[in-house]
């Protein structure tokens, strides 16, 4: 049986790390980084993610800054609110929540972002230095993968990855992040043929597609190490459930290791948004030797 990743105490290690040397930063420094967070609208579920994003960020000694907007909030007064954040000194980080409503832009307002702001890794600038191997802010839920990756198996060089699903906000920099590790990558989207076939050559099996389970148990090739980034809400027996995007028993019967739906990649994006903000605000500052390896 395979071993369970166990990404809640693995984010919740490297909250108290961040929080250590949050602590330290503002001692030394009186630098202080502050994440703000813009809602546009009244989506409950970008309600609920902000409002959790925003309690970690003060719990590991942040500054929080939280700005709401109505639905119908003009493209340009969320730009305009972009541009303060842009030029505001205590705000090192700047996260809008998506979606948008959509009559907004949302690559406009993303790429209106300082990229030295833009923890979310979404703006074209730092998707074009990941993509060329230059040092920027990389998207929160493939780094956090990759922590994840490097924890369980140290070196990842040479191992075989297939990623399925290309997303821009996960399978595409989960990628570019694993072929950096000198991985072999195999990106797998809807028009992949054979992607059981493809799936059993992977030591290392990312899963980001959004179908529940449909990556079944002998598609995972004996001892690979098996990511399950998929949320999906399902009804079993009446009652609301959250599953992955992976048969997870069945999968943990050839697996080396494999992360559970909840409790894996889900709680490691909020720990990887705080990693981002102290990392550019230590870069904003010019004091990349403070800041933290991966
Ligand atoms: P998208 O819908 O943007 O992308 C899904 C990808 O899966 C597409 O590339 C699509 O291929 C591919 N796909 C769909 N059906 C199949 C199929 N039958 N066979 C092979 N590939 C298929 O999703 P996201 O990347 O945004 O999210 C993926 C999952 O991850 C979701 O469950 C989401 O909730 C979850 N998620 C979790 C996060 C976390 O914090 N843990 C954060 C972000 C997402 P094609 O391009 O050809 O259409």
Redesign the pocket.
């Known amino acids: 049986m395979a071993s369970i990743i166990d990404g809640k105490a693995f984010a919740q290690n490297l909250r108290e790390k961040i929080s250590r040397r949050t602590t330290q930063l503002k001692k030394e420094t009186d630098i202080q980084p502050g994440l703000a967070t813009v809602l546009v609208g009244e989506d409950p579920a970008s309600h609920v993610y902000v409002r959790n994003k925003n309690r970690q960020t003060k719990a590991v000694g942040m500054a929080s800054f939280h700005h709401e907007l109505d639905a119908q909030t003009s493209q340009e007064a969320l730009l305009a609110l972009v541009n303060d954040l842009n030029h505001d000194d205590a705000v090192h980080g700047i996260l809008v929540q998506l979606p948008l409503p959509e009559h907004i832009d949302s690559i406009a307002v993303i790429n209106a972002i300082d990229p030295a702001k833009d923890v979310d890794g979404f703006h074209i600038l730092n998707v074009g230095k990941l993509a060329i191997g230059e040092p920027g802010l990389v998207s929160c839920?493939p780094l956090g993968c990759l922590m994840l990756l490097k924890d369980q198996l140290g070196d990842l060089s040479g191992k075989n990855a297939v990623i399925?699903?290309?997303?821009n906000?996960?399978?595409k920099p989960m990628a570019a992040l694993l072929l950096q590790q000198h991985c072999t990558v195999t990106i797998?989207?809807?028009?992949?043929q054979d992607?059981a076939g493809v799936c059993r050559r992977a030591d290392i099996l990312v899963a980001?597609?959004?179908?529940p389970e449909?990556i079944q148990g002998d598609w995972v090739k004996p001892g690979a190490v098996v990511i399950d980034?998929?949320?999906?809400r399902v009804e079993i027996e009446g009652k609301a459930k959250l599953v992955g995007?992976v048969d997870f028993s069945a999968a943990a019967e050839h697996a080396a290791a494999i992360t559970p739906v909840p409790g894996g990649?889900?709680p490691m994006?909020i720990a990887c948004l705080l990693y981002n903000t102290y990392q550019a605000a230590c870069m904003q500052h010019g004091m990349e030797d403070r800041m933290m390896a991966l």
């Open positions: 839920t399925v699903g290309r997303s906000i996960v399978g797998a989207h809807s028009r992949t992607l980001a597609v959004g179908r449909m980034v998929g949320i999906n995007d990649v889900g994006t």
